[in-house]
């Protein structure tokens, strides 16, 4: 897989979730099924953005960024209430992820590459992003719908 069809396809499915973001009434990022709430989870996204950034891309994190979610949503001792902070997040990650994209050499797409969560390459990285961001765009879904 070449690097042009990598991005396009993550940039199709951040293109949705971020517009599905961007749409959402203030008042909706407190609606929560059990411990985790809207807020909760777009912020985590952009999170776990930043991490496979570092291990897998070799990004550093912003400095001033703090890691609040990694832990799971009952360790999480902050609500994220503020839509445009949550964006601008979502937007910054998804911004070291292309960047992140673009720059790595083709040769390396398919070298293993361990990190905390286990040994895969930065084309499994980026298939497990998406997955991950599918499933919490769904999770928010479910939330509008039922909370």
Do not use: C
Request: no cysteine; charged share 20%; net charge negative.
């Amino acid at each position: 897989m070449d690097t042009a069809t990598i991005i396009a396809m993550w940039e199709s499915l951040q293109s949705r979730f971020h517009k599905m973001v961007k749409e959402l009434p203030e008042e909706a990022l407190k609606l929560a099924i059990g411990p985790a709430s809207i807020g909760y989870m777009i912020r985590h996204s952009a999170e776990v953005e930043y991490v496979y950034a570092e291990w897998v891309f070799g990004k550093p994190k912003p400095e001033h960024l703090h890691y609040y979610t990694l832990r799971g949503p009952a360790n999480a001792a902050v609500e994220f209430t503020n839509l445009a902070e949550l964006v601008e997040l979502l937007e910054a990650s998804n911004a070291v992820i292309l960047e992140a994209i673009r720059t790595l050499p083709e040769a390396e797409w398919s070298k293993q590459v361990t990190t905390p969560r286990g040994t895969f390459t930065p084309l499994d990285a980026i298939s497990q992003l998406m997955y991950h961001t599918g499933i919490h765009a769904g999770q928010i879904s479910l939330m509008q719908k039922h909370a």
